[in-house]
């Protein structure tokens, strides 16, 4: 690398060399906030999968009754007959420059099956898992957030690597080098027009 020992490359180098260090700064602490986010992102994804966990093994339970009771294939023969909506809203959170989804609204129509088709096991069986659907979708949502935090957190890592490593000591380097050239070059002048006056001085004497 080519380094021009002016004052003036020296004055870039010395602000280009306090950015760096701002933005080394701003990248960390993005980079320790994001990092709390994903602990606790991860904490709530722990916390509501054992409860989806519990719940679900219920629902299965009374799903098996339900079809020791009526027979596989009747209950296969209603879920067919299945019919309703779901409404999932949505919105977008910012997080460290970080957009992740965030659930606001989940909306499951009333009833999937005639009353007439139904027994006590299938309609606990319904019930159980139409209260775990927003519960799956908040897990889902919680997940997609902690990979895009992940994702986020190592491509930050590796930007606050490469100033602390590798930008911020090259431009240190260069500070260094032209600190050293320019005050070298100084000196140089300095024993020059030393040089240059003890000469005119003598020139001086001997005249007289």
Known sequence: ???????MELLRTKKKLKLAEKGHKLLKEKRDTLVMEFFNTLKEIKSTRGGI???LSKAEDMLFLAEAHRGVHDIERVALGLSGSTQIGFKEKNIMGVRVPELNEIEISPEWYSVISSS?????????????????LKLAELQLKLNLIA?????????V???EYITIPSFE???????????ERERENFTRLKKIKSKAAKNAEEAA
Do not use: G, Q
């Open 1 to 7: 690398m080519e380094i021009k020992p002016t004052r």
């Open 53 to 55: 966990t519990e719940e």
């Open 173 to 183: 380097y260069v500070k260094k080098e032209i600190a050293f050239k320019l005050e």
């Open 161 to 163: 690597n490469s100033l």
């Open 120 to 136: 006590t096991y299938l309609e606990a069986a319904v019930s159980s898992y139409r209260k775990l659907a927003p519960k799956i």
């Open 151 to 159: 994702e986020e957190i190592k491509t930050t890592k590796r930007r």
